[in-house]
Each structure stands twice: as structure tokens, then as C-alpha cells.
């Protein structure tokens, strides 16, 4: 089984400086996705950026970034330039890539509430 | 392309109550899950479904039931509802394998017992 660690209940940060949230995974699995979903207050589940594990390279979508570590088991996100709309909880997840039951089913992290500050 | 409905949005039940959640997906997706959101928790799979006719429990199914009679629909019941089911509820699609990795949820369901 996965397990999926977020060790900082809560961050905070000013508006336009840099954030970086944490994720740790535990996995025997070889072939995996991982994913940061950002969740507003709507609770509306919003995919912020996904990772493949067989890319060396790290995901980025403009400001979010990913720092990818695979022999570590460590999956960061970071937020350049952070905006008031960044505020939300974050959420890293796993997902096993092939294979029978497990397919499809995500494991999740406990969230990381981020507040930006003007 | 409305993409993953769920209904209610909001629901408040006594104990002992029973209910269905529903879930609607209109890409033809036959992977369907449904996840609760606890506070501190993170999302926790309840149970999931591979295909129409295909259902399987997942960390919590305790006190839930599903069924899944077509590709498009997956409702979740509460059969007897209790104060710890209080919950927000998330139901979700994707793909079969090879035809996508992007999951799609909805914009989740408050459940209340009181």
C-alpha cells in the first residue's frame, strides 16, 4: 500500500515571493503519476500539476514547479510570484500507473493550508 | 460539457436515515470512485468501479453501498446514516488505461447527520 506524507499542516507567505509545500511518498511501485491538486474554499478539487515517475525532467505549469526526487521519495511543490487566489489547501497525491485493482485510485496526502498575504 | 455531476450539494440527515448520493458522468469514462474529506484527512477512497456491473470497496466502505447499472452513473448509498459519515463527499472519473491519466471530480456533496 501507498501512504502519502504532507508534514506542514500550514504555510503562509506574501504576495509575489516564492513557496515551496513538501510530499513524501512510500511506494514499492516503479510506475506511478503524482499529482499537486489545490482545493479553494469552494472545495472545488483543482489540478494544480502532475508528474510522471518515469520523467527524469520536472513538471512545471507557469508558476508551479516541482522539484521530483524519485530515489528519495519526495515530490515539492513550488509557487513563484504567489498570488492572493493561491490561497487554498493543497493536496500531493499518488497514483499507481498499470495494474488491476489498484488502477485509477488515488492516495492522498492530509493537505497543507497555504495563505497568501497582501 | 458538463462533465461530473453530483447531487445534493447539501444534505442534512437524522441518524438512522438512509440516503443516496448521486454521481453522473457524461465522458464516457469507466473508472468512477467515490472519496470523503475529512477534517486533517485528506480525501479517503470509499469505493470505486472499473466498468458498469463492476464495483470494489476501498480504505472506508464501511456503512456505504454502490452500484453501477451503466457507464454514466455510480450512487452512493448511506443505508443507515450515522453522526461519523458527516462528510464531504467527492465523486470521481477517468479513462480506462491508455486513454488518459487526468482524473475529473466533482464539486463534492456536504453531508450532515445529526
Known amino acids: 500500500a501507498q501512504t502519502v506524507t504532507q508534514s506542514q499542516p500550514e504555510m503562509s507567505v506574501q504576495e509575489a515571493e516564492t513557496v515551496t509545500l513538501s510530499c513524501t511518498y512510500d511506494?514499492?511501485?516503479?510506475?506511478?503519476?503524482l499529482f499537486w491538486y489545490k482545493q479553494p474554499p469552494s472545495r472545488q478539487m483543482i489540478l494544480v500539476i502532475r508528474q510522471e515517475a518515469y520523467k527524469q525532467q520536472n513538471a512545471t505549469e507557469n508558476r508551479f514547479s516541482v522539484n521530483f526526487q524519485k530515489a528519495a521519495k519526495s515530490f515539492s511543490l513550488k509557487i513563484s510570484d504567489s498570488q492572493l487566489g493561491d490561497t487554498a489547501m493543497y493536496f500531493c497525491a499518488f497514483m499507481k500507473l498499470f495494474g488491476g485493482t489498484s488502477y485509477g485510485k488515488l492516495t492522498f496526502g492530509q493537505g497543507t493550508i497555504l495563505t497568501v498575504h497582501p | 460539457n458538463a462533465g461530473v455531476t453530483q447531487t445534493p450539494k447539501f444534505q442534512v440527515l437524522k441518524t438512522g436515515q438512509s440516503m443516496t448520493l448521486q454521481c453522473a458522468q457524461d465522458?464516457?469514462?469507466?473508472?468512477m470512485s467515490w472519496y470523503r474529506q475529512d477534517p486533517g484527512m485528506g480525501l479517503r477512497l470509499i469505493h470505486y468501479s472499473v466498468g458498469a456491473g463492476i464495483t470494489d470497496q476501498g480504505e472506508v466502505p464501511n456503512g456505504y453501498n454502490v452500484s453501477r447499472s451503466t457507464t454514466e452513473d455510480f450512487p452512493l448509498r448511506l443505508l443507515s446514516a450515522a453522526p461519523s459519515q458527516t462528510s464531504v463527499y467527492f465523486c470521481?472519473?477517468?479513462?480506462?488505461?491508455?486513454?488518459?491519466?487526468?482524473?475529473?471530480f466533482g464539486e463534492g456533496s456536504w453531508l450532515t447527520v445529526v
Open positions: 470521481a472519473s477517468r479513462p480506462q488505461q491508455g486513454r488518459g491519466n487526468t482524473i475529473y
Open positions: 511506494t514499492s511501485e516503479n510506475n506511478y503519476y
Open positions: 465522458m464516457n469514462h469507466e473508472y
